[in-house]
């Protein structure tokens, strides 16, 4: 099976990770569209323009099916088609935090992009959630600015007003897994959600038997040719191409 998968930038390849650790076999091609990163402080209009070009491309690319590794696209994507099923990854990670929160009373702090946490998508499924506007996470991850001072300034000053107050954090966007230490460091003892976990199991079954017999190293594509922190990204893949994706 061929799988196209797609972010805004390098948030997405924590998906792919994913993937590739729980052992699924495909052929997967990773689209970071980081020629418009970052999409979290876009309007609708311009993300239905932008995440129709990748789907156009994912089609000619003849796909079996498509993955947003997005939580802002999934949100954008809704009235968005295409000839093969397209799996968002909001859903599945309502499911986990429902599970992970059952026994608390405290509300649930959903950490996102502006656009996310805008958009409500989450509480379609879920009750008492507290959003956090934290677009300005994405630009750490994409400059590799997690360890730095600059870093803890910038989560303290966003996540102050829920600390002490949630005991599970859903990582409403798929960079933030990169920061997923530093939240911790900074929130103290929460339980973690994380996005990217919670899509791994929808591949699994999607796979089932379709699975390759070999492993086939991931065909990854970046939409502007710049510096790319992957350094993170533990496996072995086919060098990174950029294409200009019209
Ligand atoms: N990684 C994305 C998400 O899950 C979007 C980050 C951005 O480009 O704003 O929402």
Redesign the pocket.
Known sequence: MKIGIF???I??LNVLDGFLKAGTKAEYIYVGDNFY?????KTQEELEKIITRILNFFEKQSVDAIFIA???ASCASKNLKTNVPIYRIIEPTCVKAREINKSSSKPIALL??NF?VSSHAYDEYLNNIIGVKA?AF?PLCEQNLMDTDYAKKVIADTLKDIKGKCDTIILG???FRLLKKQIIEYLGPVKIVDSCASFTDILKDLIGKNQLTKDVEPHIIFTKKDKINIDWFNHPYKGIDFIDIK
Not at 37 to 41: L, S
């Open positions: 972010d805004s930038g948030g997405g990163v970052p999409y979290g402080t997005c939580n802002t996102a992009t996310t677009s994405v966007c798929t960079h």
